[in-house]
Nanobody, 128 residues
Framework: QVQLVESGGGLVQAGGSLRLSCAAS????????MGWFRQAPGKEREFVAA????????SYVDSVKGRFTISRDNAKNTVWLQMNSLKHEDTAVYYC?????????????????????WGQGTQVTVSS
């Protein structure tokens, strides 16, 4: 089992920044593709970003490209999501997730169904 705990959410004004953290325990994250998803009220959970096992490849949903950055440090068993130039529409509960499926190098799923472990979520609210 892998336990994931997100932190760093909060209330920020539009144009501001937040950095979300995801700390893992139970197993090392080095064998997992890591992703961030978000869910706004009344909306389905959507993919935000993912990072490959070694941290050399990343993937982002179009709406956050150029504003968000996903990173990881396997030695610290931690994944981050740096969120800059935040917009009101970024308001959501953000979830960290781990995908343990063996995949080709550079291949990262954007589907919630492919992620095996999830954190409890952290609320991000962007005021307009």
């Amino acid at each position: 089992q892998v336990q994931l705990v997100e932190s760093g959410g909060g209330l920020v004004q539009a144009g501001g920044s937040l950095r979300l953290s995801c700390a893992a325990s139970g197993r090392t994250l080095s064998n997992f593709i890591m992703g961030w998803f978000r869910q706004a009220p009344g909306k389905e959970r959507e993919f935000v970003a993912a990072i490959s096992r070694g941290g050399y490849s990343t993937s982002y949903v179009d709406s956050v490209k150029g504003r968000f950055t996903i990173s990881r440090d396997n030695a610290k068993n931690t994944v981050w999501l740096q969120m800059n130039s935040l917009k009101h529409e970024d308001t959501a509960v953000y979830y960290c997730a781990a995908d343990g499926t063996v995949r080709r190098v550079g291949v990262m799923s954007r589907s919630t169904r492919d992620y095996d472990y999830w954190g409890q979520g952290t609320q991000v609210t962007v005021s307009s």
